[in-house]
Protein backbone atom coordinates (compact mmCIF):
# COMPACT_ATOMS: atom_id res chain seq x y z
CA UNK A 1 0.00 0.00 0.00
CA UNK A 2 1.50 3.18 -1.14
CA UNK A 3 0.99 7.01 0.46
CA UNK A 4 -2.55 8.22 -0.24
CA UNK A 5 -1.27 12.22 0.14
CA UNK A 6 0.50 13.57 -2.73
CA UNK A 7 3.31 15.29 -1.91
CA UNK A 8 2.59 18.27 -4.30
CA UNK A 9 -0.85 18.48 -2.24
CA UNK A 10 0.62 19.07 0.88
CA UNK A 11 1.64 23.02 2.28
CA UNK A 12 3.98 23.55 5.49
CA UNK A 13 1.00 24.44 7.91
CA UNK A 14 -1.18 21.96 6.61
CA UNK A 15 -2.94 20.43 9.85
CA UNK A 16 -3.76 16.50 10.01
CA UNK A 17 -7.63 15.80 11.19
CA UNK A 18 -6.62 15.75 15.45
CA UNK A 19 -7.71 12.31 17.18
CA UNK A 20 -8.64 11.90 20.97
CA UNK A 21 -7.70 8.34 22.39
CA UNK A 22 -9.34 6.82 25.63
CA UNK A 23 -7.13 4.92 28.22
CA UNK A 24 -8.66 2.66 30.79
CA UNK A 25 -6.69 0.44 33.41
CA UNK A 26 -8.18 -2.76 30.95
CA UNK A 27 -6.32 -1.13 28.00
CA UNK A 28 -2.92 -1.21 29.90
CA UNK A 29 -3.48 -4.53 30.70
CA UNK A 30 -3.97 -5.39 27.39
CA UNK A 31 -1.19 -3.46 26.23
CA UNK A 32 1.15 -5.32 29.07
CA UNK A 33 -0.16 -8.58 27.36
CA UNK A 34 1.00 -7.85 24.28
CA UNK A 35 4.50 -5.67 25.07
CA UNK A 36 5.80 -8.03 27.20
CA UNK A 37 5.82 -4.65 29.76
CA UNK A 38 4.46 -6.05 32.93
CA UNK A 39 5.93 -2.59 35.14
CA UNK A 40 3.72 -2.46 37.99
CA UNK A 41 3.41 0.78 37.71
CA UNK A 42 1.12 0.48 34.29
CA UNK A 43 -0.99 -1.59 37.14
CA UNK A 44 -1.22 -1.56 40.78
CA UNK A 45 -1.86 1.66 42.04
CA UNK A 46 0.08 1.51 45.37
CA UNK A 47 3.50 0.95 43.73
CA UNK A 48 2.91 3.65 41.28
CA UNK A 49 2.31 6.08 44.63
CA UNK A 50 5.12 4.52 46.21
CA UNK A 51 7.71 5.24 43.82
CA UNK A 52 6.28 8.36 43.70
CA UNK A 53 4.31 8.61 40.56
CA UNK A 54 0.12 10.34 41.33
CA UNK A 55 -1.19 6.78 39.96
CA UNK A 56 -0.83 4.09 37.36
CA UNK A 57 0.54 5.91 34.21
CA UNK A 58 0.20 4.51 30.86
CA UNK A 59 3.53 2.64 29.23
CA UNK A 60 5.35 5.33 27.16
CA UNK A 61 5.56 3.14 24.31
CA UNK A 62 1.60 3.35 24.11
CA UNK A 63 1.41 6.64 24.07
CA UNK A 64 3.82 6.55 21.39
CA UNK A 65 1.94 4.41 19.37
CA UNK A 66 -1.41 6.55 19.79
CA UNK A 67 -0.02 9.41 19.30
CA UNK A 68 1.62 8.30 15.28
CA UNK A 69 -1.92 6.89 14.94
CA UNK A 70 -2.79 10.18 13.26
CA UNK A 71 0.33 10.60 10.52
CA UNK A 72 -0.62 7.21 9.77
CA UNK A 73 -4.47 7.71 9.41
CA UNK A 74 -3.89 10.82 7.68
CA UNK A 75 -1.29 9.30 5.10
CA UNK A 76 -2.93 6.02 4.75
CA UNK A 77 0.23 3.81 4.95
CA UNK A 78 1.72 3.24 8.11
CA UNK A 79 4.94 2.05 6.02
CA UNK A 80 5.61 5.69 4.57
CA UNK A 81 6.56 6.80 8.20
CA UNK A 82 10.40 6.83 7.43
CA UNK A 83 11.16 8.07 10.96
CA UNK A 84 9.38 8.85 14.12
CA UNK A 85 10.84 9.87 17.55
CA UNK A 86 9.26 11.55 21.04
CA UNK A 87 10.52 12.47 23.93
CA UNK A 88 8.48 12.11 27.26
CA UNK A 89 7.60 14.82 28.99
CA UNK A 90 4.75 13.62 31.47
CA UNK A 91 3.13 10.69 32.22
CA UNK A 92 -0.67 9.75 31.21
CA UNK A 93 -2.32 9.10 34.26
CA UNK A 94 -4.72 6.02 34.12
CA UNK A 95 -7.44 6.78 36.86
CA UNK A 96 -9.36 3.55 38.30
CA UNK A 97 -12.50 4.14 36.74
CA UNK A 98 -14.58 3.70 33.64
CA UNK A 99 -13.46 6.82 31.90
CA UNK A 100 -9.89 6.05 32.17
CA UNK A 101 -7.62 8.92 30.79
CA UNK A 102 -7.98 10.84 27.51
CA UNK A 103 -4.78 11.66 25.26
CA UNK A 104 -5.88 14.37 22.71
CA UNK A 105 -3.36 14.45 19.67
CA UNK A 106 -2.92 17.06 16.73
CA UNK A 107 -0.33 17.29 13.85
CA UNK A 108 1.08 19.20 11.18
CA UNK A 109 3.01 19.61 8.10
CA UNK A 110 6.17 21.36 9.70
CA UNK A 111 8.54 20.60 6.83
CA UNK A 112 8.66 20.11 3.25
CA UNK A 113 11.91 17.70 2.63
CA UNK A 114 13.71 16.06 -0.19
CA UNK A 115 12.56 12.68 -1.76
CA UNK A 116 8.66 13.37 -0.98
CA UNK A 117 9.45 13.70 2.27
CA UNK A 118 7.46 15.83 5.03
CA UNK A 119 8.35 16.22 8.73
CA UNK A 120 5.15 16.18 10.76
CA UNK A 121 5.05 17.84 14.24
CA UNK A 122 2.52 16.18 16.59
CA UNK A 123 1.29 17.74 20.07
CA UNK A 124 0.00 14.86 22.24
CA UNK A 125 -1.64 16.40 25.63
CA UNK A 126 -3.75 14.31 28.68
CA UNK A 127 -5.56 16.16 31.15
CA UNK A 128 -4.40 19.67 30.13
CA UNK A 129 -0.48 18.83 30.15
CA UNK A 130 1.80 18.33 27.31
CA UNK A 131 2.51 14.04 27.88
CA UNK A 132 5.19 14.00 24.42
CA UNK A 133 7.88 16.84 23.40
CA UNK A 134 10.07 16.78 20.33
CA UNK A 135 7.00 14.03 18.55
CA UNK A 136 8.19 14.21 15.01
CA UNK A 137 7.61 12.11 12.18
CA UNK A 138 9.14 11.81 8.61
CA UNK A 139 6.82 10.58 6.19
CA UNK A 140 7.20 9.91 2.38
CA UNK A 141 4.16 10.79 0.29
CA UNK A 142 3.07 9.77 -2.98
Known amino acids: MAAK ?9 TELPA ?19 FNPIHWN ?9 PDVIAHGMFTMAEAVRVVTDWVGDPGAVAEYGVRF ?8 DDEGATIEVSGKVAAKLDDNTVRVDLLATSAGQKVLGMSRALVRLA
Open 19 to 37: QTFQVTRATLVQYAGASGD
Open 5 to 13: IAYADVEVG
Open 45 to 53: EKFAVEVGL
Open 89 to 96: TKPVVVPN
